[in-house]
């Protein structure tokens, strides 16, 4: 049986961290900036984990599980 691919888009979005949670990036930064206050503006810089519903499908593209 061929070798499992990662999910290209998956690879460049999550990381794992090394408790094995998958951290990503907050969506809503990139245009339309001027709306949102800077307090919302800076919460964005931050990353954040995956939801505990998401992580197994996330695990999948990323062929870790």
């Known amino acids: ?5 990662t999910h290209s ?3 460049k ?3 794992i961290t090394g408790s094995g949670k998958i951290k990503r990036f907050q969506a ?3 245009h339309l900036m001027r709306k949102k206050s800077k307090k919302a503006k ?3 810089v931050k ?4 939801s505990k519903g998401d992580e197994k499908r996330m695990l999948q593209l ?3 599980k």
Do not use: D, G, I
């Open 1 to 5: 049986m061929p070798k499992m691919k």
């Open 9 to 11: 888009s998956a690879k």
């Open 13 to 15: 979005r999550f990381k």
């Open 28 to 30: 809503n930064s990139s």
């Open 42 to 44: 800076t919460r964005l």
């Open 47 to 50: 990353s954040t984990l995956v």
């Open 62 to 64: 990323l062929c870790k």
